[in-house]
């Protein structure tokens, strides 16, 4: 039975949301992606919204392009720092690395570097992987849902709510999911874990986008031939083709079937 797997990364841990053809679905969380791939090694697609492919001296073209894409909420989205500069033990040594090839790294993204090291040391010791993991970002997964529309900030409950029934529109089993996951994972239990509902929702983009046909996705950069970098991991963000372009496509596939 196939089943896609979307992830974010929590406070201390990968959030995970499971979903199958046959509409079951579990969420589970993992100390590394080392342990989210030895339970979930068989699914169709594994979407996270980490960079796969790291660039030796420029910025990645899937990052500028997203950030154009966004337009304002564009800055959510964080250039990847160069692969050197992940490896440094601190961030003036990480900087002074990468400003070598034009850009800074920004405070935020230095942040999440043991996570980004985590998943390129996992790619290069796992390449059976590369095939399944796919890299996205969730402000780019909402655009789309919402038709090409900036969805509002995760900071305001209309921003939540938007986002709550554009994945329910995608799959409505995610408004169960949502209610479950909140239930379960911010609790005092779970504190350490994850704090934040935005985490639950990010991890549900990614996997109604893990969820979706080929067909039905869009890659940044666009094109059959995207860049890979020197350890041949393609450097390419996944998203969903929006609703309305699938529409039209479907619009225009029966009108010629019938002619």
């Given at each position: 039975?196939?089943?896609?797997?979307?992830?974010?990364?929590?406070?201390?841990g990968?959030?995970?949301?499971?979903?199958?053809?046959?509409?079951?679905w579990?969420?589970?969380?993992?100390?590394?992606?080392?342990?989210?791939?030895?339970?979930?090694?068989?699914?169709?697609?594994?979407?996270?919204?980490?960079?796969?492919?790291?660039?030796a001296?420029?910025?990645?073209?899937?990052?500028?392009?997203?950030?154009?894409?966004?337009?304002?909420?564009?800055?959510?989205?964080?250039?990847?720092?160069?692969?050197?500069?992940?490896?440094?033990?601190?961030?003036?040594?990480?900087?002074?690395f990468?400003?070598?090839?034009?850009?800074?790294?920004?405070?935020?993204?230095?942040?999440?570097?043991?996570?980004?090291?985590?998943?390129?040391?996992?790619?290069?010791?796992?390449?059976?992987?590369?095939?399944?993991?796919?890299?996205?970002?969730?402000?780019?997964?909402?655009?789309?849902?919402?038709?090409?529309?900036?969805?509002?900030?995760?900071?305001?409950e209309?921003?939540?709510?938007?986002?709550?029934?554009?994945?329910?529109?995608?799959?409505?089993?995610?408004?169960?999911?949502?209610?479950?996951?909140?239930?379960?994972?911010?609790?005092?239990?779970?504190?350490?874990?994850?704090?934040?509902?935005?985490?639950?929702?990010?991890?549900?983009?990614?996997?109604?986008?893990?969820?979706?046909?080929?067909?039905?996705?869009?890659?940044?950069?666009?094109?059959?031939?995207?860049?890979?970098?020197?350890?041949?991991?393609?450097?390419?963000?996944?998203?969903?083709?929006?609703?309305?372009?699938?529409?039209?496509?479907?619009?225009?596939?029966?009108?010629?079937?019938?002619?």
């Amino acid at each position: 039975m196939a089943k896609y797997v979307g992830v974010d990364w929590a406070s201390k841990g990968w959030l995970g949301i499971v979903l199958r053809d046959d509409d079951s679905w579990e969420t589970d969380h993992f100390p590394t992606i080392w342990s989210l791939w030895k339970r979930h090694s068989d699914a169709t697609r594994i979407c996270i919204p980490l960079p796969i492919g790291l660039p030796a001296d420029s910025k990645r073209a899937c990052d500028v392009a997203a950030r154009e894409k966004l337009d304002q909420q564009g800055r959510s989205v964080l250039y990847a720092p160069i692969r050197d500069a992940i490896y440094r033990q601190n961030l003036t040594d990480a900087k002074q690395f990468n400003e070598a090839a034009g850009y800074s790294i920004q405070n935020q993204t230095w942040g999440i570097v043991p996570r980004i090291r985590e998943v390129d040391e996992f790619l290069d010791m796992n390449p059976g992987a590369r095939d399944r993991l796919f890299e996205t970002h969730p402000a780019l997964c909402f655009y789309a849902l919402n038709g090409h529309t900036a969805v509002p900030s995760m900071d305001t409950e209309r921003g939540i709510d938007r986002r709550k029934t554009l994945v329910a529109d995608e799959y409505p089993e995610a408004a169960t999911i949502y209610v479950k996951a909140c239930e379960l994972y911010l609790t005092p239990k779970y504190s350490s874990f994850l704090s934040d509902k935005g985490h639950i929702l990010d991890a549900l983009a990614a996997a109604v986008t893990a969820r979706r046909p080929t067909s039905e996705l869009s890659r940044l950069p666009e094109g059959d031939d995207p860049p890979q970098d020197e350890r041949g991991l393609t450097m390419q963000m996944v998203y969903p083709t929006d609703t309305d372009q699938t529409r039209l496509t479907g619009i225009n596939e029966t009108q010629t079937r019938s002619r």
